[in-house]
């Protein structure tokens, strides 16, 4: 029970502040990185017109999300996010099912990996925004409905970033800290394989699409 | 003293435990109850498929009791564990655990009651869409244990961090704020959470070819609902890893525990308010599918304005803690 919590951080002198690394977050998204580099390029080595096992879970991912994300924006802005969807899918769904095999851990578990995806998502959405209605409609939309909302309406976007970021967080690391202590009270005899099924796989599966799901739509809503 | 301690915080173990056990006991049985309820009535309308709507319900209800075992894991760690007794804010800690897990079961307990309850009465209405019903209701009430896995969160981080170098005076009472700020804010979400899945068990049984926007609104309005409880569980970390200075005015613990209060409270209704929003939104989504999108639209819209008033009680409890 002792090593709940406990991170392994190198910390840096840098110009009077103390610079923090969590090296074991880093390693495990590394290895998240690595798996899915390997999977694009085993699912796209020799394509063809019957796909081949990779190829197949591959082209799942890619037009399921593709879909998605045409259905929310429209045809053209589809085909400009559907990458970056696609992409942080599979990232967030691998990085929540790591925490299944041994001696590796999620690195959602660790709240500055989902806060920095939710800063990506939240900035990319207002760039597009910004692109899509031109910089005096984006201003504009937060003097709505009358001007004197808009203290409201920013703490409200900030606070979608903090909300979308604790939702993942917080589901991975109690569905880690729940495997963690009925594996220890239990002594990890017959319950823990069938926690690690709904925590991991299921709930981290519904999270990291809820995570996707969401920074489709904070990019609709700031287009529309 | 310290035996004076010591004996302090055996009580506050046996309270804590108390609490979360009871309060834990509440929702998770009342939502048991309804799934049962409409298993019946399904099983009355439809009984040649009696043995699968048995199976059905279940399973909901073991869904729905999950909450209810979190609150028995965190009471059982509270009666059989021997806590260090170093300063009297373990006094307050442990009831903090206790309170946060056992207030926080409650939304979730009920509210995933209703998905159960209505994939039943699905079935009962459709028995073709068993499979995609069943694997909807269990999506949809997963998801509406979030609320309670927030408060489980605060009360683990609770037992398991050493507070005790921490000054007495104003420390109890930010830990006890933050007990109820995740675990009053939990209620609303978890409630709310379940009348969306509600709806969307009923749309697919109504219309089996809507399932897939149903299922993916449903997940978004469920999303959204839990704002309120991730506002709540952000001011109980805020509460328990704030260093605070000590200070002996009574005044100052006040703004701290009001501060838990106030996010708590104010996250119930929001919860609640936005899973109407998002049950009725899902529920036509299901009978005019062709207007999905703006559908989509205006749930958020009415969300976000339901939400403002959580988000009055957001800035008020960040005004007690760092203005105050």
């Known amino acids: ?224 | 003293m310290t035996d004076d301690i010591q004996v302090w915080v055996k009580v506050a173990a046996f309270i804590g435990g108390g609490m979360a056990m009871g309060f834990g006991a509440l929702g998770a049985a009342i939502g048991e109850g309804y799934t049962a309820a409409k298993a019946n009535e399904a099983i009355a309308r439809n009984p040649q498929i009696s043995g699968d709507l048995f199976k059905t319900m279940l399973i909901g209800q073991a869904i729905a009791e999950s909450a209810s075992i979190f609150a028995l894991v965190i009471a059982m760690i509270l009666l059989f564990t021997d806590f260090a007794a170093e300063s009297y804010v373990m006094v307050s800690v442990l009831l903090a655990a206790g309170l946060s897990m056992g207030l926080g079961a409650i939304g979730s307990g009920v509210g995933s009651g209703f998905p159960a309850g209505e994939a039943c009465t699905g079935i009962a209405r459709q028995p073709a869409m068993n499979g995609r019903l069943t694997t909807n209701m269990l999506i949809g009430s997963a998801v509406c244990q979030t609320p309670a896995i927030f408060a489980l969160v605060t009360s683990f981080i609770l037992l398991f961090t050493n507070f005790s170098d921490r000054p007495v005076s104003p420390t109890w009472a930010a830990i006890l704020g933050a007990g109820f700020a995740s675990g009053f804010g939990a209620i609303g979400s978890g409630l709310g959470g379940g009348l969306v899945a509600q709806a969307s068990c009923e749309g697919i049984a109504r219309q089996p070819l809507s399932a897939t926007p149903v299922t993916n609104v449903m997940l978004l309005g469920q999303a959204v609902t839990q704002t309120t409880a991730i506002y709540g569980l952000l001011i109980s970390f805020i509460l328990m890893f704030k260093g605070f200075a000590p200070s002996q005015s009574i005044a100052e613990s006040m703004a701290l525990l009001g501060a838990g209060l106030c996010m708590g409270i104010g996250a119930i209704g929001p919860g609640i308010g936005e899973g109407f929003t998002a049950q009725s939104a899902v529920k036509w989504i299901s009978r005019n599918q062709s207007a999905t999108a703006s559908l989509t639209r205006s749930m958020l819209v009415g969300q976000a304005v339901a939400e403002s008033t959580g988000i009055y009680a957001l800035v008020i409890s960040l005004v007690l803690i760092f203005v105050i």
């Open chain 1, 1 to 224: 029970m002792e090593e709940l919590g406990k991170i392994h951080q190198l910390i840096v002198p840098f110009f009077g502040h103390n610079m923090t690394f969590n090296l074991e977050v880093i390693l495990m998204t590394w290895i998240v990185i690595i798996s899915i580099l390997v999977f694009g390029f085993l699912a796209t080595r020799n394509k063809g017109v019957i796909p081949g096992p990779v190829q197949v879970v591959g082209e799942l991912f890619v037009s399921q999300f593709f879909a998605l994300t045409e259905d929310a924006l429209d045809k053209e802005l589809g085909k400009k996010y559907g990458p970056l969807i696609c992409a942080l899918f599979m990232f967030l769904l691998l990085s929540d099912w790591l925490g299944m095999i041994p001696h590796l851990h999620e690195p959602t578990m660790d709240l500055n990996t989902p806060l920095s995806m939710g800063l990506m998502g939240f900035v990319i959405a207002h760039y597009a925004g910004i692109r899509a209605k031109g910089f005096k409609a984006y201003i504009k939309a937060y003097f709505e409905p009358i001007f004197f909302m808009m203290p409201l309406n920013l703490i409200g976007e900030l606070a979608k970033v903090i909300s979308i970021s604790f939702r993942l967080f917080g589901n991975i690391m109690g569905g880690s800290i729940i495997i963690l202590v009925v594996s220890y009270l239990t002594y990890s005899i017959l319950l823990p394989p069938f926690l690690n099924a709904f925590f991991g796989i299921f709930i981290g599966a519904i999270q990291a699409f809820v995570f996707t799901m969401l920074t489709i739509v904070y990019i609709a809503v700031q287009v529309k």
